[in-house]
């Protein structure tokens, strides 16, 4: 089974939701809609991905059990 150190740690999601940061090495407090609008995407399709591990660890997991 494999483990992400931390997906929301790669997107900067807790900067960007207390302070809408997307990164850097100076980061801004401000962003437009469209680049919370792109964060947000990505966050969803790793969010995704995540559902699609975790559903595959379930059916070997169930599977292992037979």
């Keep these: 089974m494999r ?3 931390s997906f ?3 997107l900067g999601f ?3 939701f207390s302070t809408f940061s997307i990164g850097g090495p100076f ?3 401000f962003y ?3 680049e919370r609008l792109e ?3 990505e ?3 790793l969010l995704k991905k995540e559902l ?3 559903e595959e660890a379930i059916r070997e997991l169930e599977q292992s059990q037979r």
């Design 3 to 5: 483990h992400t150190y």
């Design 39 to 41: 964060k947000l995407k």
């Design 14 to 16: 807790f900067q960007m």
């Design 52 to 54: 699609e591990g975790v």
């Design 32 to 34: 437009t809609k469209a």
């Design 8 to 10: 929301l740690e790669d």
């Design 27 to 29: 980061w801004r407090k």
């Design 43 to 45: 966050y969803r399709d």
